[in-house]
């Protein structure tokens, strides 16, 4: 492995230069393109990754009609993977100190959308598997590097490529965070109806994604309504308009994941409603069940086991119906050990007969044992790199490892370090580039030898 790793520490700057290259494609999902799914600059983009492993030495290379594809080296039945992906999320017209697109290198990094999610990573382990190969190993499975085009806006780049080929048997994708993520909640997001509002509310608003907490909820009531129970209050404003009373509630925002470090919005619109209209039953549930805590105690939720900890519960998109009735999207990130279906029931057994549901997104929890072959593989190699003595984690996100069976996020973001996935000024560090590569490559020679 160390004649290897020399090789490794050689092609660093042309690992580099593959980087930029890679970013320079602008790989936003957009309509499709004749045969390209996603739009043809990402076409472009696989294309280009596909043609360099081949030039790198890879076996097979298969494009999924340019959902994904993937390159392969070395013999085995039994297959590594490295689930990667090579599309990005939109970005802003403000605000970055170097296009999104260049991969400038400045300051000791690379800066580019895609730079730390997931572009970088991507092709650092496809460096990492062309030093192994070229310093002579010969793994005694396949490894099978997989390049997705679809992973942020729902994943139907894996899908689409599950039905045509079958997935590694053992695995991790360059797409969470360091040490090792072994674990991730279960997602259950539906769409409530909680039933109808007073007929002095004309509008209420909050939010647009129903996995990010607003920091910002509406509501538009007639002008003759009586707010006079709100005098004094400071959370909301009240502002009386000709046609209409708008009341405005602010927050902070944060990920759906981590509720608990926000400030939603909506918690401060109900309460004020509910001050206002306090015999209304839908006001009334919510005032009393849904805007106390995160964690689903008070709504008779109180969801938990050992190995991920509790719940959390956050509403964060509202919207009137024509009915007039209050129509919630709502995230839930459920422990490892329960299912969609528990989850679905909990909810129904502790809500009112009155609610409903108009449309439910979910998916299963992921939970690799700490002490599998796979998880302890990978933190040796993350803990002999770095000296540290750390142990696997569980989130409430969810990550590109929920494609496959056995496998983990792992990488590329460390603890502790500025986090720039989907921000502006995306960068990923030269330094930690060369840590995490020196990571991967241990991690890949143990998985595969």
């Not at 909820?217 to 046609?243: F, W």
């Not at 008779?300 to 509790?310: A, F, M, Y």
């Not at 422990?335 to 679905?344: A, F, G, I």
């Not at 502790?350 to 108009?358: A, C, G, Q, V």
């Amino acid at each position: 492995m160390e004649k290897a790793l020399k090789i490794l520490h050689a092609n660093f700057d042309e690992m580099i230069k593959t980087i930029q290259k890679v970013i320079s494609f602008d790989t936003v999902r957009k309509a499709p393109d004749g045969i390209y799914p996603f739009g043809k600059t990402t076409a472009e983009c696989l294309d280009y990754v596909l043609a360099l492993a081949k030039k790198m030495g890879a076996g097979d290379i298969v494009n999924c009609d340019y959902y994904a594809g993937h390159a392969d080296f070395g013999e085995g039945d039994e297959v590594v993977g490295i689930l990667g992906h090579l599309d990005v999320v939109p970005v802003s017209d403000h605000g970055w100190i170097y296009p999104p697109f260049s991969g400038t290198v400045a300051d000791g990094r690379i800066y580019g959308r895609g730079a730390i999610d997931d572009k970088g990573p991507a092709i650092c382990c496809l460096y990492v598997v062309k030093a192994l190969m070229d310093s002579g190993f010969r793994p005694g499975k396949k490894i099978r590097l997989i390049f997705g085009c679809d992973e942020e806006m729902g994943s139907s780049c894996i899908a689409h490529y599950k039905t045509k080929i079958k997935m590694p048997d053992i695995g991790f994708t360059p797409d969470g965070e360091f040490p090792c993520l072994n674990g991730e909640k279960g997602l259950f997001q539906p769409t409530v109806d909680f039933g109808k509002l007073p007929d002095e509310v004309l509008d209420i608003r909050a939010g647009d994604r129903v996995n990010i907490v607003p920091d910002l909820c509406t509501a538009k009531l007639t002008p003759d309504a009586d707010i006079s129970a709100l005098e004094g209050t400071d959370y909301v404003t009240v502002e009386r308009l000709p046609d209409r009373i708008l009341l405005t509630a602010k927050g902070i925002s944060c990920h759906g994941s981590t509720p608990e470090q926000g400030d939603n919005a909506t918690w401060k619109m109900v309460r004020a409603l509910h001050v206002l209209y306090p015999e209304n039953e839908t006001l009334g549930f919510l005032f009393d069940k849904m805007i106390t805590d995160t964690d689903g105690t008070t709504w008779g939720l109180p969801l938990r086991d050992e190995q991920s900890g509790k719940i959390s519960i956050s509403m964060n998109v509202l919207r009137l119906t024509e009915e007039k009735h209050l129509a919630a999207g709502i995230d839930m990130r459920f422990p490892v050990t329960y299912t969609v279906e528990q989850v679905k029931k909990a909810v129904e057994d502790n809500s009112p007969s009155f609610m409903k549901f108009i449309s439910i997104s979910s998916n299963h929890p992921l939970y690799v044992p700490a002490d599998s072959f796979l998880v302890t593989t990978l933190l040796d190699a993350y803990n002999s790199v770095t000296g540290e003595k750390a142990k696997p984690k569980v989130i409430g996100g969810g990550t590109y490892a929920k494609s496959m069976d056995n496998c983990v996020a792992f990488g590329p973001e460390f603890e502790g370090d500025e986090q720039t996935m989907h921000q502006t000024n995306e960068y990923i560090s030269l330094e930690r580039l060369r840590q995490m590569a020196d990571i991967y490559l241990k991690a890949i020679y143990t998985l595969a030898k």
